[in-house]
């Protein structure tokens, strides 16, 4: 079926929102068009999805789906342009993003796009990334050092794919000559976003990224107020006229801070967790940035925020994290168990509990992994419903 329309279950957290019933395309429905549709719905939008996937991870939140790849039907594509309020691209396919960019360049998209060419172009070229880090003077890793233990990653792949730590210099033989060659070093992972309309910018909020052994995440949780790390993110923003989104990973070592990456595109795990601690709605913020009557008279920063955060969860705590189910165990894991499977959608096994989300993705040979968000006020409650969360799907007998 290339059409089919649904009711996602999810509901509105911003009943009074000047976008509630708006329509908003998302391009992707893999792990990004997950996080985005789940926020669009959360922010009281009509979520029409598209993909060329018919088993796309996203299309159990969505409203609407439409089975077809933009880059061989571009008439469809426009059409449905005309018809929604605002898109945006939630995949790193390179095909797809260089489409998108000349239909947004020649006009012919009919609605706001959220998204920033230029400052992708270079968030998604680790070296060139690199050098923006450099002219701006932020601390990132040192390049090429002289002795083991090396950091390794390719020069344009997505997050942790390929990126490993290499312990000796026969080891480092093996390693493509274009990958980057850095200091490896201990501490956590911290992110953060950043939203910018052009010319103003708006820092949310940090959260820590948990890293498995095969530097994949596995759970995000939320950090406090780091000034430091938000005028770094802020300059960055800042330095690209950023209007869009903006992840910033950082490293908080024995060597002080040091940047590792910036993103320049809708990202996942992270905006969910900042959504449930700060209030802030990621996506909503995005869409004001892009809104012209929330910029006049310099309001962004300030009733465009107001406008994307939910009091409810101001100052809150939450856990959000993946489990594969295996021989009756719960197994914690990175995004890849979500990746791996084909029908994501919510699991009803507690629907009295408001601060509990559950998340089932099957596939075959009945493969079953989760995705559990888990918020209260305190960390202490929130490992308590965490706690909750598991014993629900472990009694589930399917």
Same mark, same amino acid.
């Given at each position: 079926?290339?059409?089919?329309?649904k009711?996602?279950?999810?509901?509105?957290?911003?009943?009074?929102?000047?976008y509630?019933?708006?329509?908003?395309?998302?391009i992707?429905?893999?792990?990004?068009?997950?996080?985005a549709?789940?926020?669009?719905?959360?922010?009281?939008?009509?979520?029409?999805?598209?993909d060329?996937?018919?088993s796309?991870?996203?299309?159990?939140?969505?409203?609407?789906f439409?089975?077809?790849?933009?880059?061989?039907?571009?008439?469809?594509?426009?059409?449905?342009?005309?018809?929604?309020?605002?898109?945006?691209p939630?995949?790193?396919?390179?095909?797809?993003?260089?489409?998108?960019?000349?239909?947004?360049?020649s006009?012919?998209?009919?609605?706001?796009?959220?998204?920033?060419?230029?400052?992708?172009?270079?968030?998604c070229d680790?070296?060139?990334?690199?050098?923006?880090?450099?002219?701006?003077?932020?601390?990132?890793?040192?390049?090429?050092?002289?002795?083991?233990?090396?950091?390794?990653?390719?020069?344009?792949?997505s997050?942790?794919?390929?990126?490993?730590?290499?312990?000796?210099?026969?080891?480092?033989k093996?390693?493509?000559?274009?990958?980057?060659?850095?200091?490896?070093?201990e501490?956590?992972?911290?992110?953060?976003?950043?939203?910018?309309?052009?010319?103003?910018?708006?820092?949310?909020?940090?959260?820590?990224?948990?890293i498995?052994?095969?530097?994949?995440c596995?759970?995000?949780?939320?950090l406090?107020?780091?000034?430091?790390?938000?005028?770094?993110?802020?300059?960055?923003?800042?330095?690209?006229?950023?209007?869009?989104?903006?992840?910033?990973?950082?490293?908080?070592?024995?060597?002080?801070r040091?940047?590792l990456?910036?993103?320049?595109r809708f990202?996942?795990?992270t905006?969910?967790?900042?959504?449930?601690?700060?209030?802030?709605?990621?996506?909503?913020?995005?869409? &004001?940035?892009?809104?012209?009557?929330?910029?006049?008279?310099?309001?962004?920063?300030?009733?465009?925020?107001?406008?994307?955060?939910?009091?409810?969860?101001?100052?809150?705590?939450?856990?959000?994290?993946?489990?594969?189910?295996?021989d009756?165990?719960?197994?914690?894991?990175g &995004?890849?168990?979500?990746?791996?499977?084909?029908?994501?959608h919510?699991?009803?096994a507690?629907?009295?509990?408001n601060s509990i989300e559950?998340?089932?993705?099957?596939?075959e040979?009945?493969?079953?992994?989760?995705?559990?968000?888990?918020?209260?006020k305190?960390?202490?409650?929130?490992?308590?419903?965490?706690?909750?969360?598991?014993?629900?799907?472990?009694?589930?007998?399917?």
């Open positions: 079926m290339s059409v089919s329309e009711s996602s279950s999810i509901a509105s957290d911003f009943p009074e929102s000047k509630a019933g708006k329509r908003i395309c998302l992707g429905g893999k792990l990004q068009g997950v996080e549709a789940y926020l669009a719905k959360k922010a009281g939008l009509f979520v029409v999805l598209i060329k996937n018919p796309a991870l996203a299309q159990n939140l969505a409203d609407e439409h089975c077809f790849d933009i880059t061989k039907d571009k008439s469809r594509f426009i059409s449905l342009s005309e018809n929604v309020d605002f898109m945006i939630v995949n790193e396919n390179e095909k797809t993003i260089a489409f998108l960019k000349s239909v947004f360049e006009g012919e998209i009919k609605c706001p796009l959220l998204f920033d060419f230029g400052a992708y172009e270079i968030s680790k070296t060139k990334s690199k050098n923006y880090f450099k002219t701006v003077g932020v601390p990132t890793p040192a390049d090429k050092p002289n002795a083991p233990p090396y950091f390794v990653k390719p020069p344009s792949e997050g942790s794919i390929g990126a490993k730590i290499i312990h000796s210099d026969d080891e480092l093996a390693v493509p000559p274009n990958y980057l060659i850095e200091e490896y070093l501490g956590p992972v911290i992110s953060l976003e950043v939203i910018g309309n052009g010319s103003d910018y708006i820092v949310v909020k940090e959260t820590h990224i948990h498995d052994d095969v530097w994949d596995y759970m995000v949780t939320p406090p107020s780091d000034e430091t790390y938000q005028k770094i993110a802020f300059d960055l923003a800042k330095g690209l006229n950023l209007k869009g989104i903006m992840d910033v990973e950082a490293i908080s070592s024995q060597k002080d040091k940047v990456e910036i993103d320049a990202p996942s795990q905006p969910i967790c900042v959504y449930f601690s700060s209030g802030v709605n990621l996506l909503l913020l995005l869409i &004001e940035a892009f809104d012209s009557d929330s910029n006049h008279l310099n309001s962004f920063k300030e009733k465009s925020l107001l406008n994307s955060t939910n009091r409810k969860y101001e100052k809150s705590y939450c856990i959000f994290e993946h489990f594969q189910k295996k009756g165990a719960l197994i914690s894991g &995004e890849h168990l979500i990746s791996a499977g084909s029908d994501f919510s699991f009803a507690d629907s009295n509990e559950i998340f089932e993705c099957t596939g040979n009945s493969y079953t992994a989760y995705t559990v968000i888990t918020y209260a305190t960390e202490a409650e929130t490992k308590e419903k965490r706690e909750k969360a598991m014993a629900l799907i472990l009694e589930n007998k399917n």
